[in-house]
């Protein structure tokens, strides 16, 4: 597959006829356009990603993101594998810099606040930036009630009703139904696709305003995907939510915007992003168009 | 589609006729040996012993090349060679125990558990005095070497996994070379630095400082393995919902390795438990009971043991061996603690 250069991704002069996008994933995306409530007012200015660098050690992996996440928003980010997709996503809450001799550069706002200011409290920023990951990690050593708290002790929050948060939290992730009689249980028992919304549920207790999800469903059998996205869909009312995945089809499902991907043996760039309908139906760029088709990656 | 039953067989297992041969096979090697011993000027159980290990490699080889050929001789030779390596280790560890148990129990009565040296000698008939004053001291050793120990040990893991400061790499290093300390030098260590330059004497309290000296570097080497057995997923989740590291060390990282931190602790116990030399500086002796771990020479079993076997009566004697016996009881009801412990956690998840 011979990849363009810059100069010559200008997707508006492709001619409509050469497109073999599959209608069903442009219809699924269109059809979550149209669902897609009307009143979902903006909470705010939400997360802006300005000219994104990422390095592991002297691994240039991410080069010059700028991406802007709307409050109220569904964004998913798609590529193949390597594409700095979980790179970015971590930058986003400062999670990156967890992994040794990583650096990174550009500006991450948080209602227009950089959170890489010096002198800023990075753990009030990820009580604000919440994270699911790829792994169902519910804390082994506490029940199902308290993985669903801990976020309160780890971050010193005070609840005057803690019932009532862990009800609400449960009930938003989907889950309050299958284990409301079995709080004080080890989290260990629940099926895969019940911890991970578990960990939405636990994510959901430090009332973040962006929720970034790094392939939640990608160690999850297709039920228990369904369960995830539905979840997503009810989150998506209230807060900001960017989703990593590699199921086109999910991407299609759940997200309002798609922004693509690409590594060409250098560090991941983003090619395109737009509403997630457009994506997959009229995408600007040809590298898009072969991805979203399924002509490689 | 039939119904028949379906019979679950096991087509991999032995047949009858295998089962021979392996039969035939060991006793042709019996026979070899007993012509080879009887035959040669060699003599006794280990004659007999190990002239069948070599003689049962080689027949089985010639019957294993027939049916596998050289491929399958390297697979029964490697096979073999591990059997025997295991049956070494387990004759030695048994050879041991048998040895305890027999010399030992001759000497166990209630006096011996119940009661102290104190109007007893070790050259006494057998029946008077006993060592729960050593017991006693060994118990209480043991405990303050674990009030040391064991948070410097976890603290010294929790550097080294969780935080991976710039002097990790040292630190790694000086608890690998402390790992190797002559537990003699650790007594002579706090000899000389405490009781020549203080005015502290001999108690309990300074042999569980020699003991903690080689406590530590077994905790911290197992409790750091344990924490690397956490998932980083864990802590990234803590991290994730706005913790800061201390808080996700304490309620995440902390709890779930909590089993395994118990197991660091009583294995870096078993570790010092029996340790003689670095007592004999640091302990000092008393036949009675010491209540107080600051003041004044402890009994211990080790030295009890140490003085006993040096003392050259057959009474003296008995009684050393039965104090091996209570101290390998001792030790023995702390694994079984750790093993319990252990799979509680286990069964939970």
Not at chain 1, 183 to 208: D, F, T, Y
Not at chain 2, 157 to 183: H, R
Request: glycine share 10%; proline share 5%; charged share 15%.
């Amino acid at each position: 597959m011979e990849i363009q250069t810059n100069t010559e991704k200008n997707g508006t002069q492709m001619s409509e006829q050469n497109r073999t996008t599959p209608s069903s994933l442009s219809d699924v995306a269109a059809k979550r356009a149209e669902a897609k409530v009307a009143g979902t007012t903006p909470l705010g200015t939400g997360l802006e990603a300005r000219g994104v660098h990422a390095w592991f050690s002297k691994h240039h992996a991410l080069s010059d993101v700028s991406l802007d996440f709307s409050a109220g928003t569904v964004t998913a980010l798609i590529g193949p594998s390597g594409c700095g997709k979980s790179t970015f996503i971590r930058t986003l809450n400062r999670m990156h810099e967890f992994i040794p001799n990583t650096s990174m550069a550009g500006q991450v706002l948080l209602d227009g606040k950089d959170i890489y200011e010096p002198g800023i409290d990075v753990t009030k920023i990820r009580l604000q930036i919440g994270m699911v990951f790829q792994k169902p990690n519910p804390f082994p050593s506490m029940t199902i009630g308290e993985n669903v708290l801990s976020g309160l002790k780890l971050a010193q929050l005070k609840v005057s009703n803690q019932e009532e948060l862990l009800e609400e939290c449960l009930v938003r992730a989907g889950l309050w139904n299958e284990v409301k009689d079995r709080l004080g249980a080890h989290a260990g028992g629940l099926s895969g696709g019940q911890q991970q919304r578990l960990c939405i549920a636990r994510a959901l207790a430090v009332k973040p305003k962006v929720l970034l999800m790094d392939e939640p469903c990608s160690a999850l059998d297709p039920g228990s995907t369904l369960r995830i996205e539905e979840t997503i869909s009810q989150l998506s009312k209230s807060m900001t939510i960017v989703i990593v995945t590699h199921n086109m089809q999910q991407a299609a499902r759940v997200s309002d915007y798609t922004a693509f991907f690409l590594s060409d043996g250098g560090p991941g760039q983003m090619i395109e992003v737009g509403p997630t309908n457009e994506i997959f139906s009229r995408p600007r760029d040809e590298r898009t168009e072969n991805y979203v088709t399924g002509r490689f990656g | 589609m039939s119904t028949t039953e379906v019979k679950p067989t096991r087509p991999w297992a032995a047949s009858p006729k295998d089962r021979a041969l392996t039969a035939s096979s060991v006793l042709l090697s019996v026979a070899i040996t007993v012509g080879i011993v009887l035959g040669t000027p060699m003599k006794g159980k280990l004659a007999y012993f190990f002239v069948f290990l070599l003689t049962w490699l080689i027949v089985d080889s010639l019957y294993v090349v027939r049916k596998f050929g050289a491929k399958g001789v390297r697979d029964g030779l490697a096979a073999k060679i591990t059997l025997y390596g295991a049956v070494m280790v387990s004759m030695a560890v048994f050879s041991i125990l048998w040895a305890t148990v027999s010399e030992g129990v001759a000497g166990l009565n209630l006096a011996f558990v119940t009661e102290n040296m104190r109007n007893a000698s070790f050259f006494d008939p057998i029946g008077k005095g006993g060592v729960l004053h050593a017991i006693i001291g060994t118990l209480e050793l043991i405990l303050i070497s674990i009030i040391i120990a064991v948070p410097m040990g976890i603290l010294t893991a929790l550097y080294l996994t969780e935080i991976k400061g710039k002097a990790a790499g040292l630190i790694q290093f000086l608890v690998q070379a402390m790992s190797g300390v002559p537990s003699v030098v650790a007594g002579l260590f706090i000899y000389a630095a405490i009781i020549l330059n203080t005015p502290l004497r001999p108690s309990a309290f300074l042999g569980g400082l020699a003991l903690s000296i080689l406590m530590i570097p077994t905790v911290t080497r197992t409790a750091q393995e344990v924490l690397n057995l956490v998932p980083s997923d864990l802590r990234e989740a803590g991290l994730a919902m706005g913790a800061t590291q201390w808080k996700t060390v304490a309620l995440v990282v902390l709890p779930a390795a909590r089993s395994g931190l118990i197991t660091a602790t009583i294995l870096g116990v078993a570790r010092i438990a029996g340790e003689t030399a670095p007592l004999l500086f640091t302990v000092g002796v008393f036949d009675g009971y010491n209540f107080n771990p600051f003041v004044g020479g402890t009994g211990t079993l080790p030295t009890v043991i140490w003085a006993g076997l040096g003392a050259g009566t057959p009474e003296a004697a008995q009684r050393a061996w039965s104090a091996i016996l209570i101290l390998l009881i001792v030790v023995l009801i702390m694994f079984v603690l750790a093993r319990t412990v252990g799979s509680r956690q286990f069964k939970k998840k």
